[in-house]
């Protein structure tokens, strides 16, 4: 594992070449595939060294951050055909996948932090460096100000548990032995932003629509991520105040999930659809992990990686009609079905995966959320049922009114997708769909 920490930081010289763009591609596309060895059969930490180790969870999320990387390459070619200094933009997904590889590596409380907030540097220079407006600056400015200011309570919270446990290794935690209310709050309230909860998710749709789609990709696939994989670790020390509290998390996240179904129905913004989409999804798996339950911790974990994969995809399809239109509206990518048939598979495939169509992983993590929500209380379920029928309904409008319709009168030409597009979409769909023949590892680790 350390082996490859060392490869990433020597492939680091390569984003000082010229013309070294496809050749990091190459590179960490091998570094995904050997990584892919790497995995452990058990949930025990398999240690690096004294302050990094891996196990189930954080394995499957670090290989979730190398595969998007690298997708974040292959969609971002525009930046190195027009000599966007790309070479700035390899170092900056380097720093990003370094700090993300330590993030789910850290064994101690205060380095997870540390490297939680420090991939939001490398977030903050692809949006205000390579974003298309510009209110980038104000997208950058909320995306720094929201999580920092839920973050340096946390700190705080850290310092307190160092006090009262004289250790903050995870392993050294002893279970369910706070119960102080005031670090309840701040140590959750800080990945709640991440995540984000609804009522503190304004951050992620400006930063969504602002940022390149690299940025899109990275934030939807991994730093959304974050939030949930902090929950999971903290949540052992707190769980008599949970099985009290939590209750208060899941009646916000319910009830926000259907109210923000609803704002995706009335969205006209292609990026703008698939950010609040992505609030939908995320609020279900805040319920999940709020359960504290078996079912929602695997059903959670499931969902993460299967709707890192799905949203990453969409916005890589969102980017391809920009990229020919020049316009993220659905109403002037109408009929796109007309001008690229072949695309036309793609929205429908990543479309029915974000309604948690079979067979992709989404259901997987879907049906398990639902039996934890649903045990855990029977009021949850009229929600549950509102969030999957709107889930469906946003999914089907964004897919019909994109692909369908009349064309837009001021669009005369098109030319349909290249290979290095429809490899970058199968990249994202065939892992979404065939993980779930391999479902033990997203389920049984505990």
Request: glycine share 8%; net charge neutral; with cysteine.
């Amino acid at each position: 594992m350390l082996s490859m920490l060392m490869t990433i930081l020597f492939l680091v010289p390569l984003g000082f070449m010229m013309g070294s763009y496809w050749l990091v591609q190459c590179m960490l596309f091998i570094l995904s595939l050997i990584f892919m060895m790497y995995i452990q059969p058990t949930s025990l930490f398999c240690y690096l060294s004294y302050f990094m180790g891996i196990d189930l969870i954080s394995f499957g999320l670090i290989m979730l951050t190398f595969w998007i990387c690298v997708l974040m390459l292959t969609a971002s070619e525009s930046i190195y055909r027009g000599g966007y200094n790309y070479n700035f933009f390899i170092l900056n997904i380097f720093f990003l996948l370094l700090m993300l590889f330590l993030t789910f590596s850290s064994l101690n409380l205060f380095y997870f932090y540390l490297f939680f907030e420090s991939s939001l540097i490398p977030t903050l220079f692809l949006i205000v460096g390579w974003g298309y407006q510009p209110e980038r600056l104000q997208a950058g400015i909320y995306l720094l100000f929201y999580t920092l200011f839920a973050s340096l309570p946390m700190l705080s919270g850290i310092f307190y548990l160092y006090n009262e446990n004289m250790s903050l290794m995870y392993f050294m935690f002893s279970e369910d032995f706070i119960m102080n209310y005031l670090f309840y709050f701040i140590i959750l309230f800080a990945f709640l932003v991440k995540m984000p909860m609804f009522l503190v998710h304004l951050w992620l749709p400006k930063a969504h629509v602002e940022a390149p789609i690299s940025g899109s990709m990275i934030l939807a696939g991994i730093l959304l991520k974050l939030g949930g994989y902090g929950m999971v670790r903290v949540l052992k020390l707190v769980v008599s105040l949970g099985i009290n509290l939590n209750f208060i998390w899941v009646i916000i996240s319910l009830i926000g999930g259907v109210i923000v179904s609803l704002i995706c129905m009335r969205q006209v913004d292609l990026k703008s659809l698939i950010a609040y989409s992505s609030v939908s999804h995320m609020s279900l798996v805040i319920v999940g992990v709020m359960t504290m339950t078996y079912w929602g911790y695997s059903g959670s974990y499931t969902l993460m990686i299967g709707h890192g994969l799905c949203s990453s995809g969409l916005f890589c399809l969102a980017n391809i009609s920009y990229e020919r239109s020049g316009s993220r509206s659905l109403l002037i990518n109408s009929g796109m079905m007309n001008f690229m048939p072949s695309m036309c598979l793609w929205w429908f495939l990543l479309s029915s995966s974000n309604m948690a169509a079979p067979p992709s992983l989404n259901l997987l993590g879907e049906i398990s959320l639902l039996n934890s929500i649903i045990g855990w209380s029977w009021f949850t379920m009229f929600f549950i049922a509102l969030l999957s029928f709107f889930g469906a309904a946003y999914s089907l409008y964004l897919y019909s009114y994109s692909q369908h319709g009349e064309i837009y009168s001021g669009l005369y030409s098109c030319f349909n997708g290249s290979i290095r597009e429809f490899i970058l979409l199968m990249l994202h769909w065939i892992p979404l769909n065939l993980l779930i023949l391999s479902g033990e590892y997203c389920m049984l680790w505990l």
